[in-house]
């Protein structure tokens, strides 16, 4: 049995324990989450996402054995266990190429499948939930689970020709939110009723049957559901526990499968207490990761405005902003918004469509500048207690070094702790 069916066993039987999905591919993020993961001495999952990491590259350049010999070197300059990693594929399935007809998208689909597995990830979100340019207006609930089947028989076969046997973990669902949070304004909410629970199990226990993958349905650990959490732009959907006993009560009659929520992003400490008690045992972040290093980027960014002149400072909030502008294929549909509020969307969206141009040179020159810019000397307490006021209290107690890096780790890790308190310390 696997670390994850092991801790599904366990929040099934009632203990008041889960595991949090960080998904992002930010160096800064992960070294947050490796230093979480340290010093509460537990299993530290990570996600790859099919639009980040990818057989041509995604929006990182990384294929996945790269990101994972990524991940394994930041925890090795950690001083983390490299066993404590557990690596996951979130969203693997045609998500990138919808545009294009069924066959051409799910071909491209089992390269990406089998990528994953031959490169070591172990955990694999079967992802089919989304239609194809020759599809029907709405993909029929049957079509999800055979082509998550057959995505499934891509991967057992390669694990099998890679290593011999098969150690793979899947999540399945027809009721997938989009990668990274709604893509439109939210008026409501509605939780998955247990009657398509039953429907969208029994519909994939055929489809994986059909294929010969019954020793893979046993390794079925997770069904994403809607349990009542989502975010858009500008407002987050609270979790509601008395909405969601229905699904908690199905789920116990489920052998070896929990939920998996996605977008639980910016909820509550005590919504993470509650959703894992009901059996939403894993639990996925990104955007609000990404959302906390840019709010201690922007931060830093105001404190250097305040200490240096104007030539020697990265502008790193110009900087950004500009590209985001020349290069706006990765915000403007999701903003839809008169043009007076673009910025304001670009800069500070739930969303936090800017995740997708830290990467960019233009913009890394920028946070080296301005990192190198604040560490000639300790920030100045005032400036610190301003911007930063968290920081500065730690910084107080001794608990923090007043350096840049520092700083922003220590703020991405306000995020990350209340997913650990959950998962881990109930």
């Known amino acids: ?233 500008t407002q987050v959907f609270d979790y509601d526990s008395s909405k969601a006993q229905q699904l908690k009560q199905y789920i116990t009659t489920v052998e070896g499968i929990a939920f998996e929520a996605h977008s639980t992003d910016y909820q509550t400490p005590v919504a993470y207490q509650q959703l894992v008690n009901d059996h939403f045992a894993i639990l996925k972040v990104g955007p609000e990761l990404t959302f906390a290093l840019r709010e201690a980027l922007f931060a830093l960014s105001h404190i250097e405005d305040a200490l240096m002149g104007t030539e020697q400072c990265s502008h790193l909030r110009t900087v950004v902003d500009a590209d985001m502008q020349q290069f706006p294929k990765n915000w403007q549909r999701f903003y839809q918004v008169e043009q007076s509020l673009q910025q304001l969307y670009r800069r500070f969206s739930f969303s936090d469509r800017i995740r997708y141009y830290w990467g960019q040179q233009g913009n890394k020159n920028a946070v080296e500048t301005l990192f190198s810019n604040l560490q000639k000397q300790p920030i100045p307490l005032p400036l610190l207690s301003q911007y930063m006021p968290l920081q500065y209290l730690a910084v107080r107690n001794k608990t923090l070094q007043n350096n840049p890096k520092s700083l922003v780790l220590h703020h991405i890790m306000q995020v990350t702790s209340r997913y650990a308190d959950a998962c881990f310390k109930q």
């Open 1 to 233: 049995m696997t670390i994850l069916q092991q801790l599904i066993a366990a929040n099934k039987r009632g203990e008041k324990q889960g595991i949090y999905a960080v998904c992002s591919a930010h160096p800064l993020v992960l070294e947050a989450a490796i230093l979480q993961a340290k010093q509460d001495s537990s299993y530290l999952l990570i996600e790859a996402t099919a639009n980040q990491v990818n057989q041509f590259g995604g929006y990182t350049g990384m294929l996945p054995t790269d990101f994972i010999a990524f991940v394994e070197q930041l925890a090795t300059e950690q001083g983390f266990a490299v066993d404590k990693l557990i690596l996951g594929g979130d969203h693997l399935g045609p998500v990138c190429w919808c545009d294009e007809d069924a066959g051409s998208a799910m071909q491209k689909a089992d390269q990406l499948i089998a990528g994953y597995v031959a490169a070591g990830f172990k955990k694999i979100h079967l992802d089919t939930s989304m239609r194809c340019a020759d599809d029907d207006a709405i993909l029929a609930d049957e079509m999800v689970a055979i082509r998550a089947a057959q995505l499934c028989a891509v991967a057992e076969k390669t694990a099998v020709d890679t290593f011999g046997h098969s150690d793979l973990v899947y999540v399945i669902g027809t009721e997938v939110p989009p990668p990274g949070g709604a893509d439109e304004h939210i008026d409501t909410l509605a939780v998955t009723q247990t009657a398509h629970v039953a429907s969208t199990l029994a519909l994939h226990h055929d489809a994986f049957l059909q294929l010969g993958l019954s020793s893979a349905w046993q390794r079925v650990v997770g069904l994403v559901v809607q349990p009542g959490v989502e975010f858009d732009n």
